[in-house]
């Protein structure tokens, strides 16, 4: 079955999650963003390495670590260090930050693999199409910034021999190089700026194409993210998804509202995944 989703539901979709993800630090709700997230790293084929796992726990231990020798809020101390109280409130909201931190950088990259030049140019329409621009322009900057900055690499290795050995001549070829990239930038820049001129763009007022039409099950499953957000949104205010750190920690797990939030949010979070084969297919086409 290929299901066809309309940018702005995908938009809609994306945006809700990630507020829902960075203001009610939940465990729950972490977990299954984390669950979700891990899906949709796999349903886009990517590969999860150790690398990632690593940087994951990198991430979450320096912060957990980090907390108490800022903070020493919190009523149940472990122990002093030089003077300062490590609670176990401090540890547990470390912890909680960095976690809340790894699952939105998670969400981010889903975000940037989905939403696509193209959608954000639907997205913005014809109201916004000057900042629908600049955001393509500049999401299409990076991989070629990171394409051109391998090559000028290459060639410098080749010219050198082999990689720079010490940390002088790996300083010199550094140097050497964004020299190349700030050049390279410019000269792009003008190249691009001369295209866009040569194209008409600015001289009068343009058209907008848009190949994209609402359908069916594009207005349904926005409706559906729209009423999923506002159960979790409802669920919050009535006294659900509640994690208190401080003074104690205390993490709210009873009541109804508290699994209407938990069941809204994870069919929030797996709602569009029925477009799947189309997410598949638009990554083998531009791969």
């Not at 891990?38 to 886009?44: A, G, K, N, T, Y």
């Not at 900055?149 to 002088?168: C, D, M, N, T, Y």
């Not at 194409?209 to 957000?229: D, K, M, P, Q, V």
């Amino acid at each position: 079955m290929r299901v066809y989703l309309h940018s702005r539901t995908w938009f809609l979709y994306f945006i809700m999650v990630i507020v829902i993800l960075m203001t009610f630090w939940h465990p729950i709700l972490l977990l299954i963003s984390l669950e979700s997230g891990l899906l949709w790293w796999r349903i886009l084929g990517r590969r999860l390495t150790a690398g990632h796992i690593f940087a994951a726990l990198a991430i979450i231990g320096l912060l957990t670590v980090a907390n108490p020798l800022i903070s020493s809020n919190g009523a149940t101390i472990l122990f002093y260090l030089n003077g300062r109280a490590i609670t176990t409130e401090a540890l547990a909201y470390g912890f909680l930050f960095a976690s809340v931190l790894v699952c939105t950088l998670l969400w981010c990259v889903i975000l940037s693999d989905v939403m696509t030049t193209d959608r954000w140019l639907n997205v913005c329409g014809r109201r916004f199409w000057r900042t629908g621009l600049v955001l393509t322009m500049v999401f299409r900057f990076f991989p070629l910034f990171t394409k051109q900055w391998q090559k000028i690499r290459e060639g410098q290795e080749a010219l050198e021999g082999g990689s720079p050995v010490g940390l002088k001549e790996t300083f010199r070829m550094t140097k050497r190089e964004l020299l190349c990239m700030l050049t390279w930038s410019l000269e792009h820049g003008f190249v691009t700026a001369d295209a866009m001129l040569a194209r008409g763009y600015g001289a009068a007022r343009r058209t907008f194409f848009n190949r994209e039409n609402y359908g069916a099950t594009s207005i349904g499953i926005a409706l559906a993210i729209a009423a999923a957000f506002a159960a979790v949104i409802t669920a919050a205010a009535s006294g659900g998804l509640e994690a208190q750190i401080y003074p104690y920690v205390r993490i709210h797990m009873d009541g109804g509202f508290d699994i209407l939030g938990f069941a809204a949010f994870f069919l929030l979070c797996h709602l569009p995944m029925i477009s799947y084969k189309v997410i598949r297919e638009e990554r083998r086409m531009r791969s």
